[in-house]
């Protein structure tokens, strides 16, 4: 039966579905097999940045990638917990001063439940092109700031020491005040486990290979690297009773299904959160999208923004009806996934599975887990997203961007991570109108011997004094209509004998209001001066607009099809023009 395009694309599992077959489902268990082993010491870890219990970390690892598989477009995405996000929940629900675990919890869950309704209102109304006016430069500074301040704040769990602060001079400050209540098994402990996680990184997959191993098997055992790390140290954690020296540990998790539960609904706390949620669904949709493009690209696929908006939010508020908090496609986990083979969101179902089953039968073994084992797994996880190569990059080629990334920068460490993220929509925002509000504006001539128009500061062309032809590079609306006039009114000041203003619009696909007001009044001015205003290689959208104005009745000169009829028809060349035409007609 053929089902309706409608449903297809609102339901993307019906798509992919169709054609499961058993060579799928075997790829997607395996690397369902895979995450799982990944996903269970991230998650715990991410809900302990974020200020959680420890299970609250798999109960939005479970049905949040259910939810996924059915409304979400990309094959490779494995929705959970991550770093930045959980980073933000901290900085949200913190700011919030509750007191007790349940109030702390419950404002997560919210906030969980405000951010999926924020990305489903957008979903439904089509604003996923929003997200294209945050500037990826600066996004990619917060994310470097962010991984820094991540790690930064469980240097407390390797040293065993309380610090506190939501900003990096917080941060350091609060260490240097508890050093001296360093605990040195504490300590032993974290830094051994980080210096072995960043080895497994770069060296336990060739060592595997040099013993023989299969390559499937040298990568699977590589990526459980942080599970060897988990059990080891929980074991040396029990067997030298070391929670009794010191050594801060995870303590009971409950075992069992995720507890359905429902956020709160107070005004009050929905106003001291929405500007949280609001800031953490565009991050989370921004990464989410840039890691799902990356890896569809890859397998020539393709994913649908605007769907991508409805399976974030069906995600988030999966995970606040199953007692879990904000969550979104992760960068580490997602390359996992799709390195590991995964076919189709099905393979985010079965490691839903996985997670389940953990949560069921396996947290009485994490009671022994030492915090500063986390801590490392989250330190090695996050020191992979800083970047700092974005401030050279950008500094070589513009100015403007480095500006940008590095406010954003200083910003996020300086004065903690909500501002910082704040200060990068502003900043992205304020890069675009600034951009755009100044056009780059050339005055063209004719290159010799072709129909061809370049920029008469850059090369040898022909131009008429008479005739000014102007290419403008830009759409015109609001924030650079006056930026043309006081060009073309600057341009005019002199003592050629100007007779016709040209302006080439191949690069023009928009003309708004306060653009087309501004022309007309160009016009008039030109006209009283006696210089008459042409339009030449209007687009097909524009002229359908500029006919609906009074701009072509009021209009001093003519538009034109090509730029160079223009020319042709506005200087003493007519008959050279022709003559030209012809002989290319001849050729």
Not at 16 to 36: C, E, K, Q, S
Not at 466 to 494: G, H, P, W
Not at 521 to 529: A, F, T
Request: proline letters at 5%; hydrophobic letters at 50%.
């Amino acid at each position: 039966m053929q089902l309706p395009p409608s449903l297809r694309r609102n339901l993307p599992i019906l798509d992919w579905a169709t054609d499961y077959n058993r060579g799928t489902l075997t790829n997607d268990m395996l690397a369902a097999v895979i995450v799982t082993i990944m996903l269970i010491p991230q998650s715990l870890a991410y809900a302990l940045l974020a200020g959680l219990p420890a299970e609250m970390g798999l109960y939005a690892s479970i049905l949040p990638l259910v939810a996924y598989a059915i409304f979400g477009t990309s094959r490779a995405l494995a929705v959970g917990p991550v770093a930045v996000v959980s980073l933000m929940t901290a900085a949200a629900v913190g700011n919030l001063a509750l007191q007790g675990t349940a109030e702390y919890a419950l404002a997560a869950i919210t906030l969980a439940f405000m951010s999926g309704a924020i990305l489903l209102v957008m979903g439904i109304f089509r604003l996923g092109f929003l997200a294209n006016f945050l500037s990826h430069p600066v996004i990619a500074g917060f994310i470097t700031a962010s991984g820094i301040l991540i790690a930064t704040s469980q240097l407390k769990h390797i040293a065993g020491v309380e610090a506190h602060g939501h900003n990096m001079v917080e941060l350091l400050t609060s260490l240097a005040a508890h050093l001296a209540d360093l605990n040195p098994i504490t300590a032993v402990i974290g830094i051994s486990t980080v210096a072995f996680l960043f080895w497994v990184r770069k060296g336990m997959k060739p060592l595997l290979l040099s013993l023989g191993l299969p390559p499937r098997l040298a990568d699977t055992l590589t990526k459980a690297g942080p599970v060897f790390a988990v059990a080891a140290t929980t074991l040396a954690t029990w067997g030298f009773d070391l929670g009794a020296r010191g050594v801060a540990i995870v303590g009971d998790v409950p075992k069992g299904l995720p507890p359905f539960s429902l956020p709160s609904f107070s005004p009050d706390l929905w106003g001291a959160l929405f500007m949280s949620a609001l800031l953490i669904s565009i991050i989370g949709f921004v990464e989410s999208v840039s890691v799902a493009q990356t890896l569809a690209i890859k397998k020539r696929q393709r994913i649908v923004p605007d769907q991508e908006l409805i399976g974030l939010g069906t995600s988030n508020i999966a995970a606040a009806l199953s007692g879990g908090y904000p969550v979104t496609g992760g960068f580490a986990r997602s390359v996992v996934n799709y390195d590991a083979g995964a076919e189709t969101p099905a393979a985010g179902a079965f490691t839903a599975i996985g997670i389940l089953l953990a949560a069921l039968f396996l947290t009485p073994l994490l009671f022994f887990l030492p915090k500063a084992t986390l801590a490392a797994t989250i330190i090695v996880a996050v020191l992979s997203l800083v970047d700092l190569s974005i401030l050279r990059s950008t500094w070589n080629y513009s100015r403007v961007d480095f500006a940008a990334v590095a406010t954003t920068i200083a910003l996020t460490l300086l004065m903690g991570v909500e501002i910082g993220v704040s200060a990068g929509v502003i900043l992205s925002i304020l890069l675009f109108l600034y951009k755009t509000s100044r056009p780059h504006v050339a005055e063209v001539g004719l290159v010799p011997g072709t129909q061809h128009f370049r920029n008469i500061l850059r090369h040898e062309v022909e131009t008429h004094p008479e005739v000014v032809t102007l290419r403008i590079d830009e759409s015109l609306y609001f924030a650079n209509a006056r930026f043309l006039e006081d060009y073309i009114y600057d341009r005019i000041a002199c003592e050629e004998p100007i007779e016709h203003i040209v302006l080439l619009c191949s690069a023009v696909n928009e003309i708004d209001m306060s653009a087309l007001e501004s022309l007309e009044q160009i016009n008039h001015r030109l006209q009283d001066l006696n210089i008459k205003l042409h339009l030449s290689e209007v687009k097909g959208p524009v002229m359908d607009k500029l006919k609906r104005s009074h701009l072509l009745d009021a209009l001093s000169g003519e538009v034109f099809l090509s730029h160079y009829d223009a020319v042709c028809a506005l200087t003493n060349h007519a008959e050279a023009c022709d003559q030209q035409q012809s002989g290319d007609a001849a050729e």
